[in-house]
């Protein structure tokens, strides 16, 4: 078996990488920073011996996860010398190979993961999804964000969507005054009644102090969960949050890895957690992350960061 896992043809030959600037169609107004204009991503070509090429992103956000330069150079750099040559049949092994080699730079190992798979599925003529067990579900309904500075043209485009079958909206709050969030709530409901499902995300724009207060104002729009109010590390005060409130909390930043998932459960501090795999670093990572967390009886929110289209 391990003559046919390392043979010539099995192995990466090439690796090319892209920083691209991308634009995007509106400006995004959120808790712990702002997008306009454009955002940068890293693209990642890997190829194989026998010239099947596969593609991978790194999508990071420089007050969430990295800046896209670093993501560039850990791939250039660092990671470079341990993928040329390496195996495609043993990704798992990849994995951690770069993490001896590189701490951190999630969004760059997951590029590389992510293309190492899309080989793997050429080759195969699987999906990805099939390569990883399967898939748990055929649909997933879209949830948009309501994060437009002018709150008017984000409400214009609910009503567009709404009679279109979408009715997952995640509301950006914290930015703006609490009266001005509570206002755009206002409306939301107004306008469309039960007949959306309505989440609120602050991007850990609250400070703990006088955050219950806010909170407990936002509870009677009914949200189905709100998602880190408070900086990522202040997670005794979530616990308390759990405890004087009646809706749902999820952690996002406060939750990145598996260690951070560990000590979520321990105290107790989230009733759910939001998955990017730019913050795990990889599709198996992932899994890993929701196996520990399915244990604990703890629901995943799948989330992404700036991915875009890839060839």
């Known amino acids: 078996m391990d003559s046919l896992i390392r043979t010539e043809t099995d192995q990466i030959a090439a690796i090319r990488i892209l920083l691209v600037e991308s634009p995007i169609k509106m400006a995004r107004q959120q808790g712990v920073g702002h997008i306009k204009g454009t955002v940068k991503r890293v693209l990642l070509q890997l190829t194989s011996r026998d010239g099947i090429t596969g593609w991978g992103e ?12 670093a993501a560039f150079a850990a791939l250039d750099v660092y990671l470079r010398s341990v993928v ?39 080759r195969s003529g699987l999906s990805v999804a099939e390569l990883l067990g399967g898939r748990v ?4 309904p879209l949830s948009f964000s309501i994060a437009d500075p002018d709150f008017a043209a984000d409400l214009d485009r609910m009503h567009q969507m709404v009679p279109q079958g ?3 909206f995640k509301v950006k709050t914290g930015v703006k005054p609490h009266a001005e969030d509570m206002a755009h709530l ?12 309505l989440r609120l995300d602050y991007n850990q724009a609250l400070q703990p102090f006088g955050a219950l207060r806010v909170l407990r104002d936002v509870e ?21 949050f759990r405890r004087a409130l009646d809706t749902p909390i999820l952690a996002d930043e406060s939750c990145f890895e598996i260690g951070d998932l ?25 899994q890993g992350l929701m196996a520990l967390a399915d244990a604990a009886r703890i629901p995943g929110y799948g989330g992404t960061l700036w991915e875009g289209a890839l060839p």
Do not use: C, Y
């Open 58 to 69: 790194a999508a990071p956000w420089e007050v969430f996860t990295g800046t896209p330069e």
């Open 84 to 122: 040329i040559g390496w195996p495609l049949s043993n990704i798992r092994g990849l994995t951690q190979a770069m993490d001896r080699v590189l701490v951190g730079h999630h969004e760059a190992k997951l590029a590389v993961e992510m293309a190492m798979f899309d080989i793997l599925g050429k």
């Open 137 to 140: 579900r055929d649909r997933i």
């Open 166 to 168: 979408n009715r997952i």
């Open 186 to 197: 206002e409306a939301m409901r107004g306008a469309f009644g039960d007949g959306i499902d």
């Open 220 to 240: 009677r729009f009914a949200p189905t969960f709100i998602e880190q109010p408070v900086p990522r590390d202040a997670l005794a005060v979530m616990v308390d």
């Open 262 to 286: 560990q000590e979520v459960i321990r105290l107790g501090a989230a009733d759910a957690i939001s998955v990017k795999l730019m913050k795990v670093g990889g599709m198996l990572k992932g």
